[in-house]
């Protein structure tokens, strides 16, 4: 058995421990321990994605349990790319919040960033619902102390909301859990998906509302039409860096909607039927028009990029409520696609917010920052790519999805709200870039021409002492051009990626190799010293099942095996 | 019993419910604990209500099914974590901006703007 599949979860927490003991007081060494974390991960994690790129499931039994007695990590083709989308944002991320001092400005922010990375890697990974839970759980309270990091009044207070509608949500994830277990009496997905397939139409009311309670679970998660509103102030508010991470945070709740309905609740299941098809979609379509709204009206870059992720969120559903192969493999087209533009689009932001001193990110002409011209270079690239313009990706990404569409009933409503969105997102964009970036290159020439005018003069003189005169650090520029590059690559390369998310969209839809090698793969021997036999190991796994925590004797793999339980407990 | 255990889970829940809908912190705290009370209560009860049968598979005909009472426990030190972790930032907001409404305040947030740039 490979340990390589539960490394991604177990690295990111001994690091984070690491770094919380050993090196509370040398920022250096935390840096160094976070990159070298971080580029581990990568490699790990291009490791993962390219034994799973040939279409092979690999199975990891923590604590060597067999399915559905013990929790198992999966890593299929869906699970690699997002680890690996997260391992490559993480790099970014880390390497802008180090470059622009970020992370000495509050306490312990590696060791949060590293149980983040952790939550989500497992998130993604794991192939128990409860499990799920408990990830969402790590990579939640990672995030609470991310996003209050270094403080202030403001921040502090959309922390507060950002808290309480999780813990909601939470509470709402295990209503859900506990009517999917009084129904079925297992939380492993494969075996739930076999459970669900067996009930009896007749007592369907229980399972159906377990599937809706779930829906709404993921839907909070990923910021969906109606449940979206605790997105902008905590994004708008979280530090730049941190926020450029969350990024990864709203596309766990698209993976789960997308893991969930199409291993336990597929499309075709009967039992279902008509659940979420009357109503995920035109939600989604709803969540788009709001976001890109919210692009137009925001009066704050920050707050327009987080409108933007909602409008990204809402394409990125309307794709995957079609339910059909061609849906889900746009929507991971375009899951990549947003998230890295998303990423852009938060550190520029933090980078212009951080050089304009108390106006901050008003969307008002200012003095122009350093390195103006090639800030607004990026942010042109980066809106381009997010508004969906071609050449970029999100144009691709749009396609596909417009492509996607063309069978659904609600085909003229998709279209009708994609396409117009578009335009008013390119509006919203052009013109916080040209008052943020472009008039304030003018502002100088303006500022001379002026100066007779006592009235502007006066106006000048109020404002432009607050123009530090810091130059912009490099790295920063540099990892966001990263970014930037990265995009267009995933641009040129849109052939073969667009094989693979159909590969993995085919992957989806035919589960059976996924529940086989879940169930089917044995575990460790047990030897009953007790006086009755073992009578009750096949069906009746009413009985145990997440309990591989404790299991410290099975040699090499009992130390990670156990600390991962331990962790994921 | 499961006419009990459902009342009691459903009048939780709805206390919960209702104090969650207040407009400041503090309510809106004692709110989600009720609700984390009633999920307790529902996860426990997900494996069926028996009274005085061994939680192992055995011969027997009764047993208690022991895996939703790991799930609660998982459950009780999660939603305990998280409600400390909620009062402190609460707190933390309260004392900083001497308001504490759940949503932004627009009187409020100026205060704390002007509080922020005197210190």
């Given at each position: 058995?490979?340990?390589?599949?539960?490394?991604?979860?177990?690295?990111?927490?001994?690091?984070?421990?690491?770094?919380?003991?050993?090196c509370?007081?040398?920022?250096?060494?935390?840096?160094i321990?976070?990159?070298?974390?971080?580029?581990?991960?990568?490699?790990?994690?291009?490791?993962?994605?390219?034994?799973?790129?040939?279409?092979t499931?690999t199975?990891?039994?923590?604590?060597?349990w067999?399915?559905?007695?013990?929790?198992?990590?999966?890593?299929?083709r869906?699970?690699?790319l997002?680890?690996?989308?997260?391992?490559?944002?993480?790099?970014f991320?880390?390497?802008?919040?180090?470059?622009?001092?970020?992370?000495?400005?509050?306490?312990?922010?590696?060791?949060l960033?590293?149980?983040?990375?952790?939550g989500v890697?497992?998130?993604?990974?794991?192939?128990?619902?409860?499990?799920?839970?408990?990830?969402?759980?790590?990579?939640?309270?990672?995030?609470?102390g991310?996003?209050?990091?270094?403080?202030?009044?403001?921040?502090?207070?959309?922390?507060?909301?950002y808290?309480?509608?999780?813990?909601?949500?939470s509470?709402?994830?295990l209503?859900?859990?506990?009517?999917?277990?009084a129904?079925?009496?297992?939380?492993?997905?494969?075996?739930?998906?076999?459970r669900?397939?067996?009930?009896?139409?007749?007592?369907?009311a229980?399972?159906?509302?377990?599937?809706?309670?779930?829906?709404?679970?993921?839907?909070?998660?990923?910021?969906?039409?109606?449940v979206?509103?605790?997105?902008?102030?905590?994004y708008?508010?979280?530090?730049?860096?941190?926020?450029?991470?969350?990024?990864?945070?709203?596309?766990?709740?698209?993976y789960?909607?997308?893991?969930?309905?199409?291993l336990?609740?597929?499309p075709?299941?009967?039992?279902?039927?008509g659940?979420?098809?009357?109503?995920l979609?035109?939600?989604?379509?709803?969540?788009?028009?709001v976001?890109?709204?919210?692009?137009?009206?925001?009066v704050?870059?920050?707050?327009?990029?987080?409108?933007?992720?909602?409008?990204?969120?809402?394409?990125l559903?309307?794709?995957?409520?079609?339910?059909?192969?061609?849906?889900?493999?746009?929507?991971?087209?375009?899951?990549?696609?947003?998230?890295l533009?998303?990423?852009?689009?938060?550190?520029?932001?933090?980078?212009?917010?951080e050089h304009?001193?108390?106006?901050?990110?008003?969307?008002?002409?200012?003095?122009?920052?350093?390195?103006?011209?090639?800030?607004?270079?990026?942010f042109?690239?980066?809106?381009?790519?997010?508004?969906?313009?071609?050449?970029?990706?999100?144009?691709?990404?749009?396609l596909?999805?417009?492509?996607?569409?063309?069978?659904?009933?609600?085909?003229?409503?998709?279209?009708?709200v994609?396409?117009?969105t578009?335009l008013?997102?390119?509006?919203?964009?052009?013109?916080?870039?040209?008052?943020?970036?472009?008039?304030?290159?003018?502002?100088?020439?303006?500022?001379?021409?002026?100066?007779?005018?006592?009235?502007?003069?006066?106006?000048?003189?109020?404002?432009?002492?607050?123009?530090?005169?810091?130059p912009?650090?490099i790295?920063?520029?540099?990892?966001?051009?990263?970014l930037?590059?990265?995009?267009?690559?995933?641009?040129?390369?849109?052939?073969?990626?667009?094989?693979?998310?159909?590969?993995?969209?085919?992957?989806?839809?035919?589960?059976?190799?996924?529940i086989s090698?879940?169930?089917?793969?044995?575990?460790?021997?047990?030897?009953?010293?007790?006086?009755?036999?073992?009578?009750g190991?096949?069906?009746?796994?009413?009985?145990?099942?997440?309990?591989g925590?404790g299991?410290?004797?099975?040699?090499?793999?009992?130390?990670?095996?156990?600390?991962?339980?331990?962790?994921?407990? | 019993?499961e006419?009990?255990?459902?009342?009691?889970?459903?009048?939780?829940?709805a206390?919960?419910?209702?104090?969650?809908?207040?407009?400041?912190?503090f309510?809106?705290?004692?709110?989600?604990?009720?609700?984390?009370?009633?999920?307790?209560?529902?996860?426990?009860?997900?494996?069926?209500?028996?009274?005085?049968?061994?939680?192992?598979?055995?011969d027997?005909?009764?047993?208690?099914d022991?895996?939703?009472?790991?799930?609660v426990?998982?459950?009780?030190?999660?939603?305990?974590?998280?409600?400390?972790?909620?009062?402190?930032?609460?707190?933390g907001?309260?004392?900083?901006?001497?308001?504490?409404?759940?949503?932004?305040?627009?009187?409020a947030?100026?205060?704390?703007?002007?509080?922020?740039?005197a210190?």
């Amino acid at each position: 058995m490979s340990h390589w599949i539960v490394t991604p979860v177990v690295l990111p927490a001994m690091l984070a421990a690491i770094i919380v003991l050993l090196c509370r007081h040398h920022p250096v060494l935390q840096r160094i321990f976070a990159l070298a974390g971080s580029g581990a991960l990568l490699a790990v994690a291009i490791g993962l994605f390219v034994q799973a790129s040939g279409g092979t499931i690999t199975l990891y039994q923590l604590g060597d349990w067999q399915a559905p007695f013990g929790i198992v990590l999966v890593a299929d083709r869906l699970s690699t790319l997002l680890v690996l989308l997260t391992a490559v944002l993480s790099i970014f991320v880390l390497l802008h919040a180090i470059g622009t001092g970020w992370d000495q400005r509050g306490r312990h922010f590696h060791a949060l960033f590293q149980f983040q990375l952790m939550g989500v890697m497992g998130a993604f990974l794991t192939g128990d619902l409860f499990n799920l839970f408990v990830f969402f759980e790590v990579l939640l309270i990672a995030s609470y102390g991310l996003m209050i990091h270094s403080g202030g009044t403001k921040r502090t207070q959309a922390g507060t909301q950002y808290v309480l509608y999780n813990l909601l949500g939470s509470t709402l994830f295990l209503f859900a859990l506990g009517t999917l277990y009084a129904e079925t009496g297992t939380l492993n997905m494969a075996d739930l998906a076999n459970r669900v397939a067996q009930i009896a139409p007749e007592n369907s009311a229980g399972i159906r509302t377990a599937a809706v309670l779930l829906v709404i679970v993921f839907a909070i998660k990923a910021a969906i039409a109606p449940v979206h509103f605790w997105l902008p102030a905590s994004y708008a508010e979280a530090p730049g860096p941190v926020a450029a991470l969350f990024a990864i945070m709203t596309k766990v709740g698209a993976y789960a909607i997308i893991r969930v309905y199409t291993l336990v609740f597929p499309p075709e299941l009967e039992l279902t039927q008509g659940l979420l098809e009357m109503w995920l979609l035109p939600l989604a379509l709803i969540g788009l028009a709001v976001g890109m709204i919210g692009v137009l009206g925001a009066v704050r870059l920050d707050r327009m990029v987080t409108f933007a992720v909602i409008g990204s969120m809402g394409m990125l559903t309307a794709a995957v409520a079609l339910f059909t192969a061609e849906g889900i493999s746009a929507a991971l087209y375009y899951i990549v696609h947003s998230t890295l533009a998303t990423a852009a689009l938060f550190l520029i932001v933090d980078l212009v917010e951080e050089h304009r001193g108390s106006r901050g990110a008003e969307l008002s002409t200012a003095p122009p920052i350093p390195g103006n011209s090639i800030l607004a270079g990026m942010f042109f690239v980066a809106a381009i790519a997010m508004a969906g313009l071609p050449p970029l990706s999100g144009f691709l990404g749009k396609l596909l999805i417009l492509d996607a569409a063309f069978d659904s009933p609600l085909v003229v409503w998709t279209w009708a709200v994609i396409l117009g969105t578009s335009l008013v997102s390119v509006v919203g964009f052009s013109r916080a870039g040209s008052t943020v970036f472009w008039k304030a290159a003018e502002w100088e020439e303006r500022m001379e021409a002026a100066s007779d005018d006592p009235a502007t003069q006066m106006d000048n003189v109020a404002t432009t002492p607050e123009a530090p005169a810091r130059p912009q650090p490099i790295l920063p520029l540099v990892t966001i051009g990263g970014l930037i590059g990265l995009i267009v690559l995933y641009t040129i390369f849109s052939g073969p990626v667009s094989r693979t998310m159909t590969a993995t969209a085919e992957q989806l839809f035919s589960p059976e190799p996924y529940i086989s090698t879940v169930l089917d793969t044995p575990g460790k021997e047990i030897d009953y010293h007790g006086d009755y036999e073992e009578d009750g190991d096949g069906g009746e796994d009413h009985a145990d099942e997440d309990q591989g925590a404790g299991s410290g004797d099975h040699g090499a793999a009992a130390e990670t095996d156990g600390d991962t339980a331990e962790e994921a407990h | 019993m499961e006419f009990l255990v459902a009342s009691g889970i459903g009048v939780l829940t709805a206390a919960g419910i209702y104090l969650v809908l207040r407009l400041r912190t503090f309510p809106v705290i004692v709110g989600t604990a009720l609700l984390t009370y009633a999920v307790n209560v529902f996860l426990f009860a997900s494996g069926r209500l028996t009274v005085g049968a061994p939680p192992i598979l055995t011969d027997a005909e009764r047993y208690a099914d022991p895996l939703p009472q790991a799930l609660v426990l998982t459950a009780i030190v999660i939603s305990f974590g998280m409600t400390a972790v909620v009062v402190v930032i609460a707190l933390g907001a309260y004392l900083g901006s001497d308001d504490d409404h759940v949503d932004e305040q627009e009187g409020a947030l100026d205060t704390a703007r002007k509080l922020e740039s005197a210190e």
